[in-house]
């Protein structure tokens, strides 16, 4: 079995690249706070962005296996609150920006280290500590 065509660390690998995209936005949205008519930007979510790309379904190998569920009630919502603009037309934020560099952070955190425990887990299945 080859690690590196694991669909988990792929996955990874793109979560931490949007999210270092997503960094370098609010970046530039908190440098530009100021400027005159400057409008903030961000990235859709993780979950659209990887939701253009077709999803497999896992296999049923057994009859009473359940299927896999899609969408319900404990999906995320989005909401949708329109940005007050100063009166220079700028409508940044600061603390809805912090607020997302710091989800975006954890975000990142989390990845890494999931990503981490599972090159762990194959060094030491391989008998590497």
């Known amino acids: 079995m080859d690690p590196t065509r694991i669909g988990l660390f792929t996955l990874a690998e793109q979560r931490l690249a949007w999210a270092e995209q997503r960094q370098a936005l609010l ?3 908190i440098a530009n706070a100021s400027t005159p008519a400057y409008q903030p930007k961000d990235l859709q979510p993780f ?3 990887l939701s253009r790309f077709a999803m497999e379904e896992p296999e049923r190998t057994q009859p009473n296996h359940l299927r896999g569920t899609e969408g319900g009630a404990l999906q995320p919502v989005q909401e ?3 940005a007050a603009k100063s009166p220079d037309g700028n409508s940044v ?3 809805r920006q912090l607020s997302k560099v710091a989800d975006t952070e954890t975000t990142q955190a989390l990845v890494t280290s999931i990503y981490k425990a599972y090159v762990g887990m194959f060094g030491m299945a391989l008998g590497k500590s």
Do not use: G
């Open 47 to 49: 979950a659209q962005t």
């Open 27 to 29: 970046a530039e949205n």
């Open 80 to 82: 949708s609150r329109p």
């Open 93 to 95: 934020a600061l603390d």
